[in-house]
């Protein structure tokens, strides 16, 4: 979605077909794999993953399922997730996207985890949770941080620049929508340089508009309908596609029609919504419908207007975007209202009011699973009572046979008619459980995924917080901070992926936990290796959570005191097993060690101790100079699934 944008010349669908069909073809003949998914997801983007593109990319799946390589599955998948996003099939994309980075390895593929990242944001945009996209955006800018650029080969370089530019662009627009407009305009400067001094004109023109329209939603319409021409002049300069150059059309409409130049607005709009329209754009379609039918309503055609935004509010429903749907209910509401139709105009102002609530209410989810969960009990227990009445019908059955004989053939048609309406009924019992059962899941399952989005805007926000603070034991405070809440992000975003939503793997858990605190602690040039050797248990949140925040703080701990001087020699070995009734955790480290007990009361060594009480568990210590230390963890109360 967001990467650094190229462009294809125009082509009719024939002409497109074939240029697709000759590719599959081509690629076919090539002998690098890696290359042969290059060559069809970059065209597929290039084709800005029309749905003719869909070919293309399904070969590329195929190819990598055949060859089962991560780099392969990897950005197969990132173009999958693109198709759908352009396509507005945005549950489809995040499935995707999600897949396409549980493959990525950051060595090999630098820039894919961070555009993964930026097309997630946008799907979060168009759901309306404009706080959730920025915590994404800024997750794929820190994902951006990390890359050491002087290590980048010519190309690598270009493209990073890119990367950087269309990262910035995006924060500059969320900034702008959460009315944040000086950290929106320093975003939008700064893209905007980079892409000329790249010479990318699209991209620049791209820009401007988008600071255009900041300035249109701040009143200021002359400004705004200056940098809309400049950004159309920028576009047709770099060679844009039409659907490029046509937004900056529908901009310039909506900036004439603020200033009261109907006619010059009007012209404007017709000629972008025709041109959407024919070209099946679906979103840009409904704003210029959108767009048109406020025009409507201010010169006084009523019913211009409400044909407009009705189809607008359609389109907008069907696509699940929350803020084109309120911008064609307030059209309608206030029309309806003109023409003295009070009802409608009531039904759309209570559809704006509801579109513009939260997406997910805490509570309402919090009620539905209880109810859900009362629901499968009183059915599980009605299956219950009916199995046992009929073990005691049947017991009662060979008793009568035992006595009366001669009414055997009268009994057995009897009850086996009755046993037969039974069977029925525990039919029909039994499909409802397992729907009962389906629904909990799913909604259990959306619960982790909310919860894990949650948490990651916490992430995000401490992260935000920790680049614009200069205050160095501040500093770490904060990092510490947002690592404890990304070994709870893996916990819920695990409960998603997975099937087991109520309990977690040690083994996958501990395996990415430990990685994700090494990458995210070690800058020294020399990195401490680490040794992992986990029983695979699985656990329920109750003990995974606080376990997960121990070993967070004993590997922190020890990367930080343990080593004066990284060495190829310093290692740190993570043990995790069940010993009889108990579970044991340890960390050993062969470091400079140390004399005596700990007596600090940091909050790390505060927090340890607390979470040990909750898990009935006692940590201790055993150390000598210069010949490392081990920290034991053992814990006598868990649950294990």
Same mark, same amino acid.
């Given at each position: ?20 069909? /000759? ?28 749905? +003719? ?28 997730? &693109? ?82 530019? !269309? ?105 972008? $919504? ?83 609530? /939260? ?43 035992? !006595? ?31 729907? /009962? ?10 619960? $982790?995924?909310? !919860? ?18 200069? +205050? ?10 947002? &690592? ?40 020294? /040039? ?37 080593? +004066? ?11 995790? $097993? ?57 814990? &006598? ?5």
């Amino acid at each position: 979605m967001l990467s650094f944008l190229s462009f294809l010349p125009a082509q009719n669908n024939l002409d497109k077909q074939k240029v697709i069909d /000759s590719l599959i073809s081509t690629v076919d003949t090539y002998t690098d794999n890696y290359e042969k998914i290059r060559v069809l997801t970059s065209n597929a983007g290039q084709f800005r993953y029309s749905k +003719d593109s869909r070919a293309l990319i399904d070969k590329a799946i195929s190819i990598s399922k055949r060859n089962n390589d991560a780099k392969l599955f990897a950005n197969s998948y990132y173009s999958l997730g &693109n198709f759908f996003y352009y396509n507005s099939q945005l549950d489809s994309a995040e499935i995707y996207l999600d897949k396409s980075i549980s493959y990525v390895n950051d060595k090999t593929m630098p820039f894919l985890r961070a555009s993964n990242l930026m097309t997630k944001s946008g799907i979060y945009s168009k759901q309306g949770n404009i706080p959730l996209a920025l915590a994404t955006m800024l997750n794929s800018k820190r994902a951006l941080d990390k890359i050491d650029s002087l290590k980048l080969d010519k190309k690598q370089r270009s493209k990073f620049k890119g990367e950087s530019l !269309v990262l910035n662009n995006a924060l500059a627009n969320y900034y702008n929508q959460m009315e944040e407009f000086d950290k929106a305009v320093g975003y939008y400067n700064d893209a905007y340089e980079a892409a000329l001094n790249l010479g990318s004109f699209a991209n620049a023109g791209i820009i401007i508009s988008n600071k255009g329209e900041l300035l249109l939603s701040q009143g200021k319409y002359e400004e705004a309908l200056k940098l809309f021409n400049e950004g159309k002049v920028l576009k047709e300069k770099g060679k844009a596609p039409m659907r490029f150059i046509m937004s900056s059309v529908l901009n310039i409409g909506n900036a004439h029609s603020k200033l009261k130049n109907y006619d010059k607005a009007l012209k404007n709009l017709n000629e972008a $919504h025709n041109y959407y329209e024919e070209a099946g754009v679906t979103e840009n379609l409904t704003i210029a419908k959108n767009y048109r039918g406020n025009l409507y309503f201010e010169t006084g055609k009523h019913n211009l207007a409400i044909e407009d935004c009705d189809k607008a509010k359609s389109l907008a429903i069907e696509t699940g975007n929350l803020e084109l749907t309120a911008e064609a209910c307030d059209c309608l509401s206030k029309t309806y209202k003109a023409t003295r139709n009070y009802d409608k105009a009531l039904d759309n102002f209570q559809l704006l009011t509801k579109t513009k609530d /939260s997406i997910f209410n805490k509570n309402n989810i919090k009620k539905q699973t209880q109810q859900e969960m009362e629901y499968e009990f009183n059915k599980t227990q009605e299956l219950n009572a009916i199995e046992l009445e009929a073990k005691e019908k049947q017991s009662k059955l060979y008793s009568y046979l035992a !006595v009366l004989g001669l009414l055997l053939v009268l009994v057995l048609g009897f009850f086996s008619y009755r046993n037969k309406k039974q069977s029925i009924t525990l039919a029909k019992q039994k499909k409802l459980l397992e729907a /009962s059962v389906d629904e909990k899941n799913v909604l259990l399952k959306e619960t $982790h995924h909310r !919860v894990k989005n949650s948490f990651q805007i916490v992430s995000s926000l401490l992260y935000l917080q920790s680049e614009s603070v200069e +205050d160095k034991e501040a500093k770490i405070a904060i990092k510490e901070a947002e &690592n404890r809440v990304r070994s709870m992000v893996l916990i819920h975003q695990k409960l998603y992926n997975k099937d087991e939503l109520v309990g977690i793997n040690t083994h996958d858990y501990f395996n990415d936990l430990v990685r994700d605190i090494f990458e995210s602690h070690q800058f020294e /040039s020399e990195a401490i290796k680490y040794e992992l050797n986990v029983e695979s248990l699985v656990l329920d949140i109750e003990t995974i959570t606080p376990i997960g925040l121990i070993l967070n703080e004993l590997i922190v701990n020890t990367i930080k005191h343990a080593f +004066d001087k990284v060495t190829p020699e310093s290692k740190i070995n993570i043990q995790f $097993h069940k010993e009889a009734e108990q579970l044991v955790l340890k960390v050993i480290d062969n470091g400079k060690g140390f004399e005596g007990e700990i007596k600090s009361t940091s909050f790390g060594i505060t927090l340890m101790k607390a979470l040990s009480k909750k898990l009935k568990a006692t940590l201790n210590y055993k150390s000598e100079l210069n010949k490392g230390t081990e920290a034991t963890l053992v814990i &006598n109360k868990y649950k294990l699934l």
